[in-house]
């Protein structure tokens, strides 16, 4: 009976070891810097975000305000910089 339960725990063990072993794998291989992601804010030389000089706000460069050179998020920022 003590021997079972040894294999039994050994069973579950080596079981739980893989089990973990391979959610921590697909884990990474799907979402290989989510955390990273969630932490850093989004990168400026990527092209498609920069930052307000004014309010400090991330925006697409799409739909940013180009204005001497600068890019702002909205016509306000651009006007509050000129001033
Ligand atoms: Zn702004």
């Known amino acids: 009976?003590?021997?079972?339960?040894?294999?039994?725990?050994?069973?579950?063990?080596?079981?739980?070891?893989?089990?973990?072993?391979?959610?921590?794998?697909?884990e990474k291989s799907l979402f290989p810097h989510e955390e990273k992601?969630?932490?850093i804010p989004?990168?400026?030389?990527?092209?498609?975000?920069v930052k307000c000089p004014v309010c400090g706000t991330y925006f697409p460069v799409e739909t940013?305000?180009?204005a001497k050179?600068?890019?702002?998020?909205?016509?306000?920022c651009m006007e509050k910089d000129g001033q």
């Open 64 to 66: 940013g305000v180009k």
């Open 37 to 39: 992601k969630s932490n």
């Open 69 to 76: 050179g600068k890019l702002y998020c909205s016509k306000e």
């Open 42 to 49: 989004p990168k400026v030389n990527k092209g498609e975000m």
């Open 1 to 26: 009976m003590v021997k079972f339960l040894i294999f039994l725990g050994l069973f579950f063990g080596t079981i739980y070891f893989f089990y973990y072993k391979i959610k921590t794998f697909f």
